[in-house]
């Protein structure tokens, strides 16, 4: 599975973005598929996943009730829409799938077989 994020940019605080994650190869409806953001000099963390089971949804506190993650699967796409960005969402954002079938934490950058560039998002007050 080949991932790819964009839509990333610089923004004012208070606007919106949409990202994309693209995907290729493999059957994508099979794949959760996680957001993940570094910010410098921090570590990885997981802000949202989408299953593929049931399609169901995970927010970190930090993001939740601002970011919407949504999928798809005949586009073979994920998005995420932030609204309402704050300069501590500034960071490099990263989409990525786990396996089918796979029981580790999809907020857990380890717990995710396949990775896409990332992009960009910086966000100034």
């Known amino acids: 599975v080949q991932l790819q994020a964009s839509g990333g940019g610089l923004v004012q605080a208070g606007v919106s973005l949409r990202l994309s994650c693209t995907s290729s190869g493999g059957t994508f409806s099979d794949y959760a598929i996680g957001w993940f953001r570094q910010a410098p000099r921090k570590e990885r963390e997981g802000i949202s996943y989408i299953r593929s089971s049931d399609g169901s949804t995970y927010y970190a506190p930090s993001v939740k009730g601002r970011f919407t993650i949504s999928r798809d699967n005949v586009q073979n796409m994920v998005y995420l829409q932030m609204n309402n960005l704050k300069p501590e969402d500034t960071a490099v954002y990263y989409c990525?799938?786990?396996?089918?079938?796979?029981?580790?934490?999809?907020?857990?950058?380890?717990?995710?077989?396949?990775w896409g560039k990332g992009t960009l998002v910086t966000v100034s007050s």
């Open positions: 990525a799938a786990a396996d089918p079938g796979s029981m580790r934490s999809l907020t857990d950058p380890y717990g995710m077989d396949y």
